[in-house]
């Protein structure tokens, strides 16, 4: 009962009903029209012969006078298929024709009796039938009936009538099987439907919508709805792999934290002790704050301010700031300038993500037996280019992609300090000025390039 | 010194009155906007320590109101904001310096102590002295007794801002501010190493040695003897 609810509830339902009633009322329209003016027109063909004949019999009798009149009204009605013929004296009494018996009232006017009326023949056979008749008085007082059965102009009207009201019949039927399919399949693909986002709402984000194959308009809804469904779970996948990386990435220095500061108190806070929990604890929040900043960067455009920004004097300072570090280092840290483009940005966001490109170069390309690391600006088709390149270990091609997101490192670089942060940070500033990141092998080592589109 | 601190979290602003005490400072402590407006129109204090996210009256607004009565007391902004144009803006409310959530105390004093002491620090002296250790501030040079130190541009800047702030700690972050004009948390030891660098410059020939080195802090210019903690 529900379900029959539910399936009169439909547009398809509803669609087809609404077709249904308008085709039937222009159905039974188109045939009471046809069926009408059939019968009008075999009306007045049988009046105009009628009149034809009277006319006829009218100058007869004029020309042969009364008297043969009733002979020749017995002659005529005498032949196959005649029409019906009537002469009766003034008082009504029938003295010639082929009708036994009819109204007589219908004698006592000329003219048209057009509504039809019931007679009666003589001949046995014919049981009571149907006609229209025209009366005309004679000269002498004799009236004169001359009509026409119309039995088969109202057989006719019978099968049409008859033929419309099976047609409609079978219309009503046909609409009504359309609308038990079409609502069924629409309903049972809302349904299906209905359950696969039951199951996604309840948290499986890995089902989708079912498509029929046919690419309806369901279809491509559904089409629609799994692309949406796909970047849900994406993110949510995104938010669970970030947060069980937090849970990991945090666990170890809290374990480790906590113990300090246990050993601590069992020794009654030995001073480098004690500076070993502080620079754990400045690592934590170290991450926190990278985090933060990375998820600003990423969300926050609204907040950072944009200025029209040289690149080489950014580039300079960092070089700058990184220099003495390197030497130290022995690495051989080389800027090269081949821009002086401008771009809208934050100096402070290019400025860390410098660093941080620079910061792993220096970690990272020092496995080469001679360290280079090479900081370049240059421009290409619109696009200002900064590149950190280094000859280390680099990174695998197949890794380049995944290093940029949180927390993701090496294995061979988990023994090195650092949060896995670094590139996610530089990736999200990237993006936010419009620009992206590139890994790249430098054959060998890491080629790092910010590409940043020039303020126009 | 005298610190108003303008929190509304009761728990920190109790653990950051009871670190500044320890630490020698008086302290008062209200919990929200009007009420600290009010406070720093009433008694001159050193410094004010502000939260930026305040009941009744966030903390921009109080501090643009102070600096409008002409209230000139040096404010610290604490925000749980922490990104680069919260700062721009917290400065130009008439902030003077800012520090995000979550931060370490030993940076907080750092800064407090140097924004207190400001107004001693803005002499227009040409030449500043810390024990035999003169800074040229014309010729943007130094001299160690007697002998002529050359810098490099921004080794001098690095020097010039531990002698003004002598004797106080300074912390990495606050050097990447002030001698590069970079605001973030540096993730490595870069400061280290210039650091070094300068040491080398004017101690390594040198007795005593004045640039010492806080551990898991920051730094400090100072004469040994002079040194109070």
Known sequence: MER???????TAVRLTLIYTLLFGILAVGVVVYVSYNTGRIIISQIQSTVDEEINQIARNSRRLGVRNLIPMIERRSRQPGANLYLVSDASGRIIAGNVRDLDRKL??????????????????????????????????????????????????????????????????????????FVGRRALKHIDSVSKSSQQIIDGDLSQRLPLSGS?????????????????????????????????????????????????????SADEAVLQDIISDADGL?????????????????????FDSNQLSPILQDV????????????????????????????????????????????????????????????????????????????????????VTERFVRLDASRSKPGSGLGLALVKAVAKLHSGQLTLSDNQPGLCAEISLPIAT | MNVLIVEDDQQLAEQLVASLRENGHETVHVGDGLAGEHQANQMAYDVMIVDRMLPQQDGLTMISNLRRSGVKTPVLILSALGQVDDRVTGL??????????????????????????????????????????????????????????????????LLEYLMRNEGRLVTRTMLLEHVWDLHFDPQTNVIDVHISRLRA?????????????????????????????
């Open chain 1, 107 to 180: 004698l006592q006017e000329d003219g048209w009796q057009v509504p039809p009326f019931k007679y009666q023949r003589f001949s046995e056979e014919d049981p009571e039938g149907l006609a229209i008749a025209k009366v005309f008085t004679l000269p002498g007082g004799l009236r004169l009936l001359v009509g026409r059965d119309i039995g088969d102009a109202e057989r006719f009207r019978q099968i049409v009538g008859r033929a419309s009201t099976y047609s409609l019949m079978v219309m009503v039927f046909t609409g009504l099987l359309l609308w038990f």
């Open chain 1, 4 to 10: 029959l609810r539910q399936m009169l509830n439909t």
């Open chain 1, 285 to 305: 929040i170290k991450t926190f704050n990278a985090l933060l900043m990375i998820s600003q960067v990423e969300t926050g455009a609204r907040a950072v301010q």
């Open chain 2, 92 to 157: 130009r409310a008439g902030g003077d310096d800012y520090l995000s959530k979550p931060y370490a105390f030993s940076e907080l004093l750092a800064r407090i102590e140097i924004l207190g002491r400001r107004a001693e620090n803005q002499s227009a002296d040409t030449t500043v002295k810390i024990a035999d250790l003169i800074l040229d501030r014309i010729g943007h040079s130094a001299e160690r007794a007697g002998q002529k130190i050359t810098l490099q541009p921004r080794e001098y800047r």
């Open chain 1, 319 to 402: 070089h700058e700031l990184f220099e003495p570090s390197a030497e130290e280092l022995g690495i051989e840290l080389t800027l090269k300038i081949e821009s002086q483009a401008s771009v809208q940005c934050s100096r402070e966001l290019i400025a860390q993500a410098l660093t941080n490109l620079l910061d792993n170069a220096l970690k990272y390309g020092l496995s080469a037996e001679k360290p280079k690391i090479e900081l370049r600006l240059y421009e290409t088709s619109g696009e200002a280019r900064i590149s950190v390149c280094d000859n280390g270990n680099g990174v695998p091609g197949e890794q380049q992609q995944a």
């Open chain 2, 201 to 229: 410059k004017i101690d390594k020939d040198f007795d005593p040695p004045l640039l010492q080195t806080v551990r898991g802090r920051g730094y400090r210019l100072a004469h040994p003897e002079s040194a109070d903690e």
């Open chain 1, 215 to 267: 690419g309806d308009e369901f279809d491509r809804l559904s089409n629609s709805l799994n692309a949406l469904i796909e970047r849900v779970e994406k993110l949510n996948t995104g938010v669970r792999v970030m947060s069980d990386s937090i849970a990991h990435d945090l666990k170890t220095p809290l374990t480790r934290l906590r113990n300090r500061a246990e050993a601590a108190l069992d020794k």
